[in-house]
Structure formats: C-alpha cells, structure tokens
C-alpha cells in the first residue's frame, strides 16, 4: 500500500488545484491503473466543491464530469482486451495484482448477468474497475458497451461526489 501512496497524494492535488480537469484525469487513471481507490477521487472532489461553494448543478456537473473520464479509462481497458485476448490480459493483470481466479470469477459473474453486467459492475467497488476487461474479452458489442459504461459510471461518480459534498456541507455548517 505505501507503494501507490504518493500517487493517491498526487491525485488529491490534482483533484484539489484543477476541480473538473482533475477530476477528469484521475477518473481516467484511477480507472486504468486499479489500485488507486475511487474513493481518493470522488468523495474528496464533492467535498472540495462544498468547500469553494459550488452549487447542487456543479457537483452534479463535476460527477458526470469524473463518469466521462472513468468511461474513456474504462474503454481503454475493454479495447486492449478486445484486441489482445486472455492469455496476454493474464500476462497484464500479473502486473497489477490480480490473479487469474480473480479473473475467472469475475468472467463467471460476467457470463451469469450478460452485458447488463457492465453497468451494474460500474458501481460495484472493486469489480467497476475490472469490468471492462470480460466485457472486452466476450466481446460486448461497443456501443452497448461505451452506453453501459458510462450510464454506470456517472451514476457511480456522481452519488460518490454528493456524499462528499454533503460531509463538506456538514463542515461548513451548511446542513
């Protein structure tokens, strides 16, 4: 864990210095690089926009701001599984710690629910971030995929955004 401190470090300020665009890009690398919790992005970014006094449309703006990044990371992921295939996806998924019955788990969980999975798995901690890669590997048509995608992953970034925005409404006072 101390390994991906100093990049959940840098996400925070990144989130902190440049709200929608930073928002944005951590969606994108928190999506593409698992171990980064969605939780250093979201809930800090509603926080952060009840501390500059931002309105319930900004917030629920800056939610669907981090869905449109965590999509574009998401799609990322479902393409090279797409072209590549299982056996160098096991090759990848090595690297970022997960394991081949991690994998077969969730392709079974995959295979039970069908391409529905895709967004119902989007706001499941921990499966939103693999997801893409059954989706990518069975083959879910794109345009179901890139819908799914990205109706989960704003509905998903958004309700996180608000409870931060209301935790930083309740430090102001606000509530």
């Known amino acids: 864990m101390n390994e991906i401190q100093p990049l959940i470090q840098w996400i925070s300020s990144l989130v902190s210095q440049y709200l929608y665009v930073g928002v944005f890009a951590a969606a ?3 999506t593409v690089f ?3 919790p969605t ?3 979201f809930p800090l970014a509603g926080y952060i926009a009840a501390q500059s006094k931002l ?3 900004e917030v629920i703006a800056l939610g669907i701001v981090g869905g449109l990044g965590a999509t574009i990371g998401s799609t990322i992921i479902y393409l090279i599984c797409y072209k590549l295939g299982r056996v160098a996806m096991l090759r ?3 690297f970022a ?4 019955q991690k994998l077969v788990k969730i392709e079974s ?3 039970k629910h069908g391409d529905k999975a895709v967004f119902f798995g989007r706001m499941v901690p921990v499966l939103r971030e693999m997801v893409s890669i059954p989706a990518g590997l069975f083959r879910v048509p794109k345009f179901k995929f890139l819908a799914y995608t990205l109706c989960g992953s704003c509905v998903w970034s958004m309700a996180l955004t608000l409870v931060g925005y209301y935790f930083g409404q309740i430090t102001l006072g606000i509530i």
């Open 34 to 36: 698992p171990p980064i």
């Open 55 to 57: 309105s319930l449309i």
């Open 39 to 41: 939780a250093a992005v």
């Open 109 to 111: 969980w995959f295979e």
């Open 28 to 30: 994108i690398i928190e």
């Open 97 to 100: 710690r997960i394991s081949e």
């Open 92 to 94: 990848y998924l090595r």
